[in-house]
């Protein structure tokens, strides 16, 4: 696995997994506009969408993720020197009170006129204000377990966190001694 500077000042970071062409961050913002993928995805996953979120229809769900995808991608993709990852990222247990050696987090969109946002970028705090996007999902359910496709993410954020501690990376200066 290597990394890819996202915001090109070494505060948000991005996998890319041996044999992808494409950092995990940009994989899920290419999945998430994609009218096929996510059509797919809602026809196989539309008892979680009429459940848990009241929505029976397909493309009423494509047309809310392509939208919460957007808004989720500009607030990401700010790079401006005040952006502020810390007001994006939360942790990833939402019981969690302190901080921890490369904390699981979330970032989703906190505010939607119809529904809370389902789109969820999962990353690993190195330290305050640095990220590692490890990979993301369309969460329709109550917790990641339940679900197949959230349950890989977990493996995911789990598998990259064991790379960095049998790295020695535990922080921003061991993670830039290591990609030098």
């Not at 995990?24 to 009218?35: G, I, M, N, P």
């Not at 809370?116 to 190195?126: F, G, K, Q």
């Not at 954020?157 to 922080?171: A, G, P, T």
Request: glycine share 4%; charged share 30%.
């Amino acid at each position: 696995m290597t990394f890819d500077d996202i915001t090109e000042d070494g505060r948000l970071w991005a996998v890319r997994y041996e044999g992808d062409n494409e950092n995990a961050l940009y994989r899920l913002f290419d999945q998430w506009s994609d009218v096929a993928w996510l059509r797919g995805f809602f026809k196989e996953n539309i008892n979680d969408l009429s459940s848990y979120f009241k929505i029976t229809d397909v493309n009423d769900a494509i047309y809310d993720t392509i939208e919460d995808s957007e808004s989720l991608q500009c607030l990401i993709m700010d790079i401006s020197p005040d952006a502020d990852l810390e007001r994006i990222f939360r942790p990833l247990d939402n019981n969690r009170t302190a901080e921890m050696l490369l904390g699981k987090e979330k970032a989703r969109l906190k505010k939607n006129r119809k529904h809370p946002s389902w789109l969820r970028i999962y990353a690993l705090r190195l330290s305050a204000g640095i990220y590692i996007v490890t990979g993301g999902a369309i969460k329709l359910t109550a917790t990641m377990q339940e679900r197949e496709h959230t349950l890989k993410e977990l493996h995911k954020m789990e598998k990259v966190r064991q790379f960095l501690l049998s790295e020695n990376i535990v922080d921003e200066d061991s993670f830039t001694d290591y990609l030098s």
